[in-house]
């Protein structure tokens, strides 16, 4: 537990504190109890929660108690944008993506161990609460012009317009969070991204108003993709931990991808890798970037944590069918369809001539062109190399009546779907 503090420094986790110094002196006597909060505001968590979740999971091996807090109240209000309102979902919705978030998360966090985590709704104890009382207990203890000077906030007051109640009084509700946890659980430490430094701190002071106790909040550093986006539904750049909104081949494909100069941050934040093995691949990345050692790692372990470990197999696999180097035809049916929906493509129907095909996948200009493709020996139909341009794709050309993979060169790739 005394090492907690630098291992997550070390792995870039730890964007700002409320007191540093005290809060190493918690870690070091804990084991102490802390709680992150995802809200159910779309059927799925993504990529930065997984963040958070990585914190909490490192937090857990360490003996800390950890509990994820899924809000089934919050998610009905919506944190406030900075540019617009939200549209407010309805309480089935909200419900049924609470279910969804409380699935992902049993995977990543150990509920059953020595010491489990624990999943909690801040519906139970907002739900029961009167307006009245809400008002009396929570809001007495807040000052407008501190709740203004939140960034998100401040934006919308100066904007045409302006900010609803319901929005505004979000850092409220989220405060009440670490006052009943504290309460009820002995909650003394809240983790967030650093965006959500505002609400997390509102908690903090509430506390310290109603309890007279001094507790703890650690923000993360927002990870971002290569244009500097934060990753998020907002952002329109979400990579979804839900296998139906981003599927394990997709998520396996966009880690193998990603630029060498942030392949080393995110194996620090993400992967269970040792320092050891972390600074060896770092060594890799800079000496053989052509190895994409880095990017291999980060995605089978990040992939091995959110799918399992037979659906990584699987997707590796796939990655290696598609470029010859394994067996198209033993991959399965919904491997072999998440593996070429990126492709480009066209629909081909049984008995269309190979050189169409070619032309329809826009692998080449013209009928000619894929002749020239194939006399050269560059045109290959399921990893097979074709040597007659008259050929025609048969029913049994289509790997589980869906799709035939063409390919000219070694790396232009496309897809034959079955019309």
């Not at 699935?103 to 307006?131: H, I, K, R």
């Not at 609400?199 to 002071?205: E, F, K, L, M, S």
Request: net charge negative; aromatic share 6%; with cysteine.
């Amino acid at each position: 537990m005394t090492d907690i503090f630098d291992e997550l420094q070390w792995r870039g986790l730890v964007a700002q504190t409320t007191d540093e110094a005290a809060l190493r002196e918690a870690l070091a006597d804990g084991p102490l109890t802390l709680y992150c909060g995802f809200d159910p505001s779309a059927p799925s968590l993504h990529f930065g929660n997984f963040v958070q979740l990585s914190v909490m999971r490192r937090m857990q091996a360490a003996g800390h108690r950890v509990i994820c807090l899924v809000g089934g109240s919050t998610g009905l209000i919506g944190d406030p944008k900075p540019d617009s309102e939200r549209v407010l979902q309805d309480k089935d919705t909200i419900a049924a993506a609470v279910a969804r978030i409380q699935q992902l998360v049993g995977p990543l966090l150990d509920f059953e161990g020595e010491n489990p985590a624990t999943l909690v709704n801040n519906l139970d104890w907002t739900a029961p609460m009167s307006a009245i009382d809400f008002l009396r207990d929570v809001g007495r203890h807040f000052r407008v012009n501190q709740m203004i000077r939140k960034e998100a906030v401040a934006r919308r007051l100066e904007s045409d317009q302006g900010i609803s109640y319901t929005e505004f009084s979000y850092q409220m509700l989220q405060a009440l969070d670490y006052l009943e946890l504290h309460r009820s659980r002995g909650c003394t430490l809240q983790i967030g991204g650093s965006d959500q430094w505002g609400n997390i701190t509102a908690g903090v002071d509430l506390v310290h108003r109603v309890e007279g106790r001094s507790v703890h909040a650690l923000a993360t550093p927002l990870l971002v993709d290569s244009t500097g986006r934060k990753f998020g539904k907002s952002e329109g750049n979400a990579v979804w931990l839900s296998a139906d909104m981003t599927s394990p081949y997709a998520f396996y494909q966009y880690f193998l991808n990603v630029e060498d100069a942030s392949v080393v941050q995110m194996l620090k934040a993400l992967s269970d890798r040792s320092r050891e093995e972390i600074v060896e691949l770092e060594r890799q990345t800079a000496e053989e970037p052509f190895r994409r050692a880095g990017q291999k790692a980060l995605a089978a372990d990040v992939t091995t944590l959110v799918h399992g470990a037979e659906a990584t197999r699987a997707v590796q696999d796939a990655s290696e069918a598609l470029f010859g180097k394994g067996d198209l035809a033993s991959l399965d049916a919904g491997t072999l369809r998440d593996a070429t929906s990126a492709l480009p493509g066209a629909d081909v129907a049984v008995g269309s001539a190979f050189v169409d095909a070619l032309v329809a996948g826009g692998l080449v200009d013209s009928r000619n062109a894929a002749r020239r493709a194939i006399s050269e020996g560059g045109a290959s139909l399921n990893n097979v190399k074709v040597t007659d341009p008259d050929l025609v794709l048969v029913e049994s050309d289509f790997l589980h009546g869906e799709v035939a993979l063409l390919k000219r060169g070694r790396r232009n790739l496309a897809a034959a779907r079955r019309a």
